[in-house]
């Protein structure tokens, strides 16, 4: 074999990160052992993988074929190198969630996760949906669980299960007694929704098709928590998932206010690279995931 996992290692690190100190960094090797092993690498091939400007690295077409092949190379390398450490072991995981799911679901999946494997590590990243998609297109997680729809050649979109929106105010609020909100109540209503990019800010939109240049929006958040608590203070109405309120329901603290003629109804998704190995670490998660009613 004319490579090394090593050589592998640096290609990747200087694919993320695009400067080589800074591969060299996340490798904690040095700056001249990382230029070293990359340019044997291409030279034992006779090829470029990287246009080079001043000190930045961009990947070339033959690197970004190249990519993905050795990500998954270096993925079954660490497996076996974790299963000769120990079978049991199924070996750490970066899993990335969107804020609803990352919140109200993933800890108890996390938590299941790990008691069956006493050591293992697991890194859950919570961020909106277009950040997780990035984050899994880049390799920088091994799946993300998220609340949005996406269409990217690159992505396997595996549906894992459904959730609706729901419509709620503050018990004081003057909407709180309705039986169902009309169309122009939702117009007339003031808004405080998620921020662009969320998924539950795109479902909410494709919702109110047709009323949306129309709401007045007052305020967009990124967390749930704090629409929560500026819509019990009164501030306005709101949209978020049932998975998200139903403790608040049960406290009384927010009142549901049903919008039949509105579909608020979503899938929650696994976002895979399709080039990504599935480790038994992976299987196992979305197995768990699966278990989560």
């Known amino acids: 074999m004319r490579y090394t996992l090593r050589q592998l290692e640096v290609f990747l690190a200087c694919a993320h990160h695009e400067n080589v100190s800074r591969a060299a960094a996340s490798l904690s090797m040095s700056q001249s052992a990382a230029s070293t092993a990359l340019k044997d690498f291409e030279q034992q091939f006779a090829l470029r993988l990287f246009e080079r400007t001043g000190k930045r690295l961009r990947l070339n077409e033959l690197g970004r074929q190249l990519w993905p092949r050795a990500e998954q190379l270096l993925e079954r390398a660490r497996e076996l190198e974790q299963t000769l450490a120990s079978h049991r072991d199924l070996g750490r995981l970066k899993i990335g969630a969107t804020l609803t799911i990352g919140n109200y679901l993933a800890a108890s999946v996390m938590a299941r996760y790990m008691e069956e494997q006493p050591g293992t590590r697991v890194e859950l990243e919570v ?167």
């Open 127 to 293: 961020a909106n949906t277009s950040v997780i998609a990035e984050r899994v297109l880049g390799f920088d997680l091994d799946l993300g669980l998220i609340e949005g729809e996406l269409n990217h050649p690159d992505l396997e979109m595996i549906p894992w299960r459904s959730d609706e929106l729901v419509v709620f105010c503050a018990p004081s609020h003057s909407l709180a007694k309705r039986k169902h909100l009309t169309d122009k109540d939702l117009l007339t209503a003031t808004w405080i929704t998620r921020e662009p990019g969320s998924g539950t800010r795109q479902t909410f939109e494709r919702a109110m098709a047709g009323l949306l240049p129309n709401l007045h929006i007052l305020l967009e958040l990124q967390h749930t928590e704090a629409i929560k608590r500026a819509v019990e203070t009164g501030l306005g109405i709101s949209c978020l998932s049932r998975v998200s309120l139903t403790d608040a329901f049960k406290r009384g603290s927010l009142v549901e206010l049903p919008v039949p003629q509105r579909d608020l109804g979503r899938e929650f998704y696994f976002a895979l690279h399709r080039q990504k190995y599935r480790s038994a670490g992976i299987e196992r998660w979305l197995e768990l995931c699966r278990q989560v009613l």
